[in-house]
Nanobody, 122 residues
Framework: QMQLVESGGGLVQAGGSLRLSCVAS????????LGWFRQAPGKEREFVGV????????YNPAAVKGRFTISRDNAKNTGYLQMNSLKPEDTAVYYC???????????????WGQGTQVTVSS
């Protein structure tokens, strides 16, 4: 059973940056694609990016492309979400998740972290 723990959230002014980390337990971390999602109050969960198990492929949707970058360090069992040029509309709880398939769909992900709050003030 894989466990994921996010950290790095907080309060930042618009235009600022944050880097979220996602530490995974288990010895097969590089077998899993790592996805990042977010959920704002009253809104549905939203996909913000995915990275393949090897780290060789990444994808971000248009809403965050060019501002958010996903990376991973398999030797440290850790994934990262670097967020730059943050906007108030980026305010949400951010989750990392792991799946055997490289997917943008939340239903593909079997393992989820507890989430970390990101608040962007205007």
């Amino acid at each position: 059973q894989m466990q994921l723990v996010e950290s790095g959230g907080g309060l930042v002014q618009a235009g600022g940056s944050l880097r979220l980390s996602c530490v995974a337990s288990g010895r097969t971390f590089n077998s899993y694609a790592l996805g990042w999602f977010r959920q704002a109050p009253g809104k549905e969960r939203e996909f913000v990016g995915v990275i393949s198990g090897s780290g060789g492929s990444t994808y971000n949707p248009a809403a965050v492309k060019g501002r958010f970058t996903i990376s991973r360090d398999n030797a440290k069992n850790t994934g990262y979400l670097q967020m730059n040029s943050l906007k108030p509309e980026d305010t949400a709880v951010y989750y990392c998740a792991a799946a055997y398939r490289y997917s943008i769909a939340s239903r593909a992900y079997d393992h989820w972290g507890q989430g970390t709050q990101v608040t962007v003030s205007s």
